[in-house]
T-cell receptor, first 112, second 114 residues
Framework: DGGITQSPKYLFRKEGQNVTLSCEQN?????MYWYRQDPGQGLRLIYY???????QKGDIAEGYSVSREKKESFPLTVTSAQKNPTAFYLC???????????FGQGTRLTVV | KNQVEQSPQSLIILEGKNCTLQ??????????LRWYKQDTGRGPVSLTI?????NTKSNGRYTATLDADTKQSSLHITASQLSDSASYIC?????????????FGTGTQLKVEL
């Protein structure tokens, strides 16, 4: 089955630690995205990548980092510099020229 | 400023009743508008897409409308079911030099009760 997979579903992090969220897709999409979702707010774009080995900052990139070494994978690292990391993180992919985004099931990150 | 506003913020209806969700946008230049359904703890899934020339589009019990002149869209749900309980997100796409950019609304949280 084609789709986009995020792992883990739930993640707990101690303050001061870096954590990496996984996102894998087998849809053969060139573009991949990371969004953050907080209660009462729309999805906010963290980083995006339109092609392998290239990525761009979104609207709220501070405290986050990404890599795009393979077309299928776009991991997100939440660093200790992110002041308020507790949130629901969504990864998405889409074909170039198509506006439909296909989302993963999300990772809920909680800082304890 | 490119914005998408949705109303109401939340809504509770009885099973079998109809409801209408609203989306107003200021995104420009407009490319298309999608409604997504997001179940709790899951990723959003596209329900419908509306382009500039389309006024109405249906997907089962979901009917979306678009008035490009007033920059308004609505999503009408007919004969609601318990499984319709979810967040409904309006997403407007605009054309930029780097391709289509998506602007997300904050969503309407719908709860269908017995």
């Amino acid at each position: 089955d084609g789709g986009i997979t995020q792992s883990p579903k739930y993640l707990f992090r101690k303050e001061g630690q870096n954590v990496t969220l996984s996102c894998e897709q087998n849809l053969n999409h060139d573009a991949m995205y990371w969004y953050r979702q907080d209660p009462g707010q729309g999805l906010r774009l963290i980083y995006y990548s339109q092609i392998v080995n290239d990525f761009q900052k979104g609207d709220i990139a501070e405290g986050y980092s990404v890599s795009r070494e393979k077309k299928e994978s776009f991991p997100l690292t939440v660093t200790s510099a992110q002041k308020n990391p507790t949130a629901f993180y969504l990864c998405a992919s889409r074909e170039q020229g198509n506006t439909e985004a296909f989302f993963g099931q999300g990772t809920r990150l909680t800082v304890v | 400023k490119n914005q998408v506003e949705q109303s109401p913020q939340s809504l509770i209806i009885l099973e079998g009743k109809n409801c209408t969700l609203q989306c107003n946008y200021t995104v420009s230049p407009f490319s298309n508008l999608r409604w997504y359904k997001q179940d709790t703890g899951r990723g959003p899934v596209s329900l419908t897409i509306m382009t500039f020339s389309e006024n109405t589009k249906s997907n089962g019990r979901y009917t979306a409308t678009l008035d490009a002149d007033t920059k308004q869209s609505s999503l009408h749900i007919t004969a609601s079911q318990l499984s319709d309980s979810a967040s409904y997100i309006c997403v407007v796409s605009r054309l930029t030099g780097g391709g289509n950019k998506l602007t997300f609304g904050t969503g309407t949280q719908l709860k269908v009760e017995l």
